[in-house]
């Protein structure tokens, strides 16, 4: 009995006999490890002084007790990212255009192919592959499309147009002189951004903005001037950038325009404007021969970061500006402004701001404009729907609402002199006037004092009108009636303002933007 109590009073200490030896094939290499039974794989790595990386497999793994395990397999694993540069190839397109002869090719736009980034995950066991993941791709560069353009027979007939028709289309600029069957290209380099088109009062002379591809991060596009008048395409450089909007030749001064330029930004809509303006003078041959600031860089008012808008008079004498928050004059001598009238500012819950639009009278008396009425229903003042087309006397001080609902978009556009005492004006009117920031439109023309309003485009159960700036024709020496310009599904249309028949003269519908002088 006390030989029993003694034995099972003593504790075993281990003993080479009493130890489990293993083997851990690791690097190339085996190694022998003896650890006392019940212990952890990971007790016998440590044992043998092995390290493990966070990618490293163990079979069997690490947290297994070691029972009849004889042998234990580590296996390094590694990874690699390897980025690959894969270029995109550029797309091939083809755009019919009556405006070419018929089966004649021309390159509008040339082929540039774009650059994608591609990166890949290689996996390594035991420095072997094992695997290859594409983890990211990102596009570098958009590849550019190559854009031919082949001339096709015009199904629409020729008719005598007043003056010079310029229009935009793919980025290249057209012109229409004597007849609109008679069209040729003056810009052909595909990059005109449609900022900036403007005719000069002699239509010798296009002010234009270009989006180079070669521009520099703060450069949003750059000013030039194109002739009309030769055979071969010229372009100058006026070395002016960031142009949004506020450009163009002052009527009646050939050689004489305005702009006013922003600050690029990284966030949306891509600038900050100055709302100043510059006045520049050019010679016969396209140089600069003189200048000055009419109106210095300013803050221009509520929601100024989005710019101003500045109209001269039919005779280049008298000159308004409009901002989201109100409508004047400007001494173009002094720079001075003279608000006529606070408006209410909208708030469009967006990267954009709403301005009034304006339009001179042929008198240079009146201005029509678009107001930003309150609404009772609404939130606050900002928030209102409701729009209407006023006409303001600035030397009387009188301002009147001649057409209410009218959508912000309006657009009113007085014509010349149809006698001594009469004009007419052109708007738009919205669709859905209480949701006319999405709204479509409808060309309607009345007399000077709001009366008469009649719908003349598009014809009753067509597509409404895209919101844009109506152009009257210019006066006419030969006879040609007056005619309204619009841009309709890409296309151009003239529409008479008295019978409203319209008439199709492009079908390439590749137009956005067009002048007329």
């Known amino acids: 009995m006390a030989v029993a109590i003694l034995l099972g009073?003593?504790?075993?200490?281990?003993?080479?006999?009493?130890?489990?030896?293993?083997?851990?094939?690791?690097?190339?290499?085996?190694?022998?490890?003896?650890?006392?039974?019940?212990?952890?794989?990971?007790?016998?790595?440590?044992?043998?002084?092995?390290?493990?990386?966070?990618?490293?497999?163990?079979?069997?793994?690490?947290?297994?007790?070691?029972?009849?395990?004889?042998?234990?397999?580590?296996?390094?694993?590694?990874?690699?990212?390897?980025?690959?540069?894969?270029?995109?190839?550029?797309?091939?397109?083809?755009?019919?255009?009556?405006?070419?002869?018929?089966?004649?090719?021309?390159?509008?736009?040339p082929g540039e192919n774009g650059q994608r980034q591609d990166t890949y995950r290689h996996l390594f066991e035991d420095d072997s592959q094992t695997a290859e993941t594409l983890v990211r791709s990102q596009v570098i560069k958009e590849a550019r499309p190559e854009i031919i353009m082949i001339g096709v027979r015009s199904p629409f007939s020729s008719i005598a147009i007043q003056g010079k028709i310029a229009y935009l289309s793919s980025g290249n600029i057209w012109l229409m002189e004597g007849a609109t069957g008679n069209r040729r290209p003056v810009v052909t380099t595909s990059d005109v951004d449609?900022?900036?088109?403007?005719?000069?009062?002699?239509?010798?002379?296009?002010?234009?903005?270009?989006?180079?591809?070669?521009?520099?991060?703060?450069?949003i596009n750059s000013l030039w001037l194109a002739r009309t008048d030769l055979k071969t395409e010229t372009l100058i450089d006026l070395h002016i950038n960031n142009v949004i909007n506020a450009a163009g030749f002052i009527p009646?001064?050939?050689?004489?325009?305005?702009?006013?330029?922003?600050?690029?930004?990284?966030?949306?809509?891509?600038?900050?404007?100055?709302?100043?303006?510059?006045?520049?003078r050019i010679n016969n041959s396209g140089e600069i021969v003189g200048g000055k600031e009419i109106v210095p860089v300013n803050s221009g008012g509520v929601f100024g970061w989005w710019g101003t808008r500045y109209v001269w008079s039919p005779d280049g004498e008298r000159l308004a500006y409009a901002r989201p928050d109100s409508i004047g004059l400007v001494d173009a001598d002094t720079g001075e402004t003279t608000e006529l009238m606070r408006v209410t500012?909208?708030?469009?819950?967006?990267?954009?701001?709403?301005?009034?639009?304006?339009?001179?009278?042929?008198?240079?008396?009146?201005?029509?404009?678009?107001?930003?009425?309150?609404?009772p229903a609404?939130?606050?003042?900002?928030?209102?729907?409701?729009?209407?087309?006023?006409?303001?006397?600035?030397?009387?001080?009188?301002?009147?609402?001649?057409?209410?609902?009218?959508?912000?978009?309006?657009?009113?556009?007085?014509?010349?002199?149809?006698?001594?005492?009469?004009?007419?004006?052109?708007?738009?009117?919205?669709?859905?006037?209480?949701?006319s920031e999405t709204s479509r439109t409808r060309l309607i023309v009345m007399d000077r004092d709001g009366s008469n309003r009649r719908v003349i485009f598009p014809p009753e159960g067509s597509q409404p009108l895209e919101p844009q700036q109506t152009i009257w024709s210019p006066v006419s020496d030969d006879n040609i009636p007056q005619k309204l310009a619009v841009v309709y599904q890409g296309n151009?249309?003239?529409?008479?303002?008295?019978?409203?028949?319209?008439?199709?003269?492009?079908g390439d519908g590749l137009v956005s933007l067009l002048t007329w002088r």
């Open 9 to 109: 009073g003593c504790a075993t200490v281990p003993t080479q006999q009493t130890l489990v030896s293993i083997v851990i094939n690791v690097d190339g290499k085996q190694i022998p490890v003896d650890i006392p039974p019940g212990s952890s794989v990971q007790t016998a790595l440590d044992t043998a002084g092995i390290t493990l990386d966070l990618l490293d497999k163990v079979n069997p793994p690490a947290g297994n007790v070691i029972t009849d395990i004889s042998l234990v397999t580590v296996t390094r694993v590694r990874e690699e990212l390897e980025i690959r540069d894969v270029v995109i190839p550029f797309e091939h397109q083809t755009v019919r255009n009556e405006a070419l002869p018929e089966g004649q090719t021309m390159l509008i736009q």
């Open 194 to 219: 449609g900022h900036v088109l403007s005719m000069s009062a002699d239509g010798k002379w296009l002010l234009l903005t270009r989006k180079l591809k070669d521009n520099q991060p703060n450069i």
């Open 252 to 280: 009646g001064k050939d050689v004489t325009f305005t702009f006013s330029t922003v600050e690029s930004r990284a966030t949306a809509p891509g600038w900050q404007s100055n709302n100043d303006l510059q006045l520049l």
């Open 345 to 375: 500012p909208f708030q469009t819950r967006g990267d954009w701001a709403w301005v009034p639009a304006i339009g001179w009278s042929p008198d240079h008396r009146s201005l029509y404009f678009t107001n930003h009425d309150p609404d």
């Open 378 to 435: 609404a939130a606050t003042p900002e928030q209102s729907q409701r729009f209407n087309i006023s006409v303001m006397v600035p030397r009387q001080g009188l301002s009147l609402e001649i057409v209410p609902e009218t959508g912000m978009f309006a657009y009113p556009a007085p014509s010349s002199w149809l006698d001594e005492s009469n004009y007419l004006v052109a708007y738009l009117q919205a669709v859905f006037p209480g949701q």
């Open 492 to 506: 151009i249309w003239f529409v008479d303002p008295y019978t409203g028949q319209s008439q199709q003269i492009t």
